[in-house]
């Protein structure tokens, strides 16, 4: 039944400030839907009911849409609408926490980088995906090859990459004799603090050796666990935004209702008081980390490419089958929760239950085919990984092949009905090229497993593994998905 969202404090009118004044101390880099529906919410809570005065510099360094949402943010004082909503409630925010905002095309180059290395400067977190860490899937370090990377090693200070403004901002501190601060990683990424470490002392070290050891020593890395299902916005989200408060809002978000955020406590300059309004600060984030990359990720990563492939634009809607909603809790349960080792107070019954009424919510329209890019980068921690537990444990895996098998057709750039793809990967040439030369047929598998940045040589050459994808993709090349998942469904789940 329709319900009225519950509107809080909702204004675009310059007001006056009866709260202490904010100051961006944190300079975020990656200024995404995910980030402002995530930790901006969690730092404006904390303006709005405790007076912290932590607020956000927001900065977006790629693409003319990055920069399109800048000029955007500024035009509103950087306050935007965050709709939270599920079958039970709905709350509309306009949230207040973000006070400057920049891109490099716009402000330039150097003014970035000199925001990035301001003394008041004590946190650069980031949400810029995967691709944006520029680190080998096979090897976990720096990727030398990448061209973003070769030009700011050649170019310290006019750099390209987001590591590359982070080190040039990072050698302005370290030449000026100032604190030291904390880089925040916010991506999806297994033990996204260390990556992020290995990555930017990986490109100080082409630079600066001596710039490299400092930041190694002094500069801390927390890893973090985030968690938020946030939908790419539409013309009928931005149509509902307008319904509800009465004017267009550009930077308009609507997610999910629920949140959450595991940090480790390592803070070398101060942090916000996050705790105080849900996030949750623990010595090791590893095993939550772990439980929702395979749990909700991998689980995710299943139902996107099988749901696209089965003629499902949205998860929701591929959860209203039986049979996929079924496969995907079998997935989680039956070969995602072995693998992990639990926190206390964590009952994965609960929280795969939980998963699958988040999957199920039809009021957010969450698309196959946006989960589904760039699979490259996503699939060793969210399913590789796990393949690879089971086969040394000698159980079974056979919904976690499925996805692997799903990923594989999904890239072949075509669906079930002749129709192309539109595959959106960093990779996305090479696949193509294999594609073109091989057909859909099972050599496409063989020269797939073949990229060592994808899959290890321990998972390529293991017999058993590429017998069980090569028969999951087969059945997907003869029957289509949503025959294969209830053949699925019948074979293993009793």
């Not at 050649?154 to 590591?163: D, E, F, Q």
């Not at 590359?164 to 000026?176: C, E, P």
């Not at 003629?311 to 349960?333: K, P, T, V």
Request: glycine residues 6%; hydrophobic residues 40%.
């Amino acid at each position: 039944m329709p319900h009225t969202p519950h509107l809080n404090n909702q204004t675009f009118q310059p007001v006056q400030e009866v709260k202490p004044l904010l100051v961006p101390r944190i300079v975020h880099l990656g200024c995404g839907a995910f980030h402002r529906a995530h930790q901006a919410l969690y730092t404006h809570l904390l303006f709005e009911q405790f007076l912290s005065n932590w607020g956000y510099c927001e900065i977006n360094l790629m693409s003319d849409s990055g920069a399109v949402l800048i000029n955007q943010l500024n035009k509103y004082n950087g306050h935007y609408t965050l709709l939270e909503k599920d079958e039970e409630k709905s709350t509309v925010r306009t949230i207040k926490v973000i006070k400057e905002a920049m891109h490099p095309r716009i402000d330039g180059i150097d003014a970035v980088v000199e925001k990035m290395a301001s003394p008041d400067t004590a946190i650069i977190s980031l949400t810029v995906t995967e691709k944006g860490y520029c680190l080998s899937p096979a090897t976990d370090l720096l990727n030398l090859s990448h061209p973003n990377i070769q030009h700011d090693i050649a170019h310290p200070t006019k750099p390209r990459s987001v590591l590359g403004y982070i080190v040039a901002s990072l050698r302005l501190r370290f030449q000026r004799q100032q604190p030291p601060i904390t880089i925040l990683s916010c991506d999806n990424i297994r033990k996204n603090g260390e990556a992020a470490r290995r990555a930017i002392v990986g490109l100080a070290a082409q630079q600066d050796k001596q710039l490299a050891q400092w930041i190694d020593q002094h500069i801390s890395f927390p890893s973090t666990m985030v968690d938020r299902i946030v939908p790419a916005m539409t013309q009928e989200s931005y149509a509902e935004i307008k319904q509800l408060i009465g004017r267009d809002d550009p930077c308009a978000i609507i997610c999910e209702s629920f949140r959450q955020w595991v940090i480790e406590d390592n803070f070398v300059n101060g942090r916000p008081d996050w705790q105080h309004v849900g996030a949750q600060f623990v010595p090791d984030v590893t095993p939550y980390e772990m439980m929702k990359l395979r749990m909700l990720n991998g689980s995710h990563s299943f139902l996107a490419y099988l749901g696209y492939l089965g003629g499902y634009e949205f998860i929701s809607d591929a959860m209203q089958n039986s049979d996929y909603s079924r496969a995907a809790y079998s997935l989680i349960i039956n070969e995602q929760a072995p693998t992990l080792f639990i926190p206390d107070n964590t009952t994965l019954l609960q929280y795969t239950q939980t998963l699958i009424k988040r999957f199920s919510n039809k009021t957010i329209k969450h698309k196959t085919a946006q989960i589904a890019a760039d699979g490259s980068q996503k699939l060793p921690q969210r399913l590789l990984d796990s393949i690879m537990w089971h086969q040394k444990h000698g159980s079974d895996y056979a919904f976690l092949a499925l996805g692997v098998a799903a990923w594989m057709k999904y890239v072949s750039g075509q669906d079930e009905q002749g129709n192309a793809i539109d595959i959106k990967d960093p990779l996305q040439h090479k696949f193509a090229e294999i594609y073109h030369l091989c057909g859909v047929g099972l050599e496409a598998v063989d020269r797939l497993l073949a990229i060592n940045a994808i899959f290890p040589l321990e998972f390529s050459q293991n017999q058993d593994i590429v017998k069980n994808v090569k028969t999951a993709y087969q059945q997907l090349i003869s029957v289509g998905a949503r025959e294969t998942v209830k053949h699925y469904l019948q074979q293993t789940v009793k």
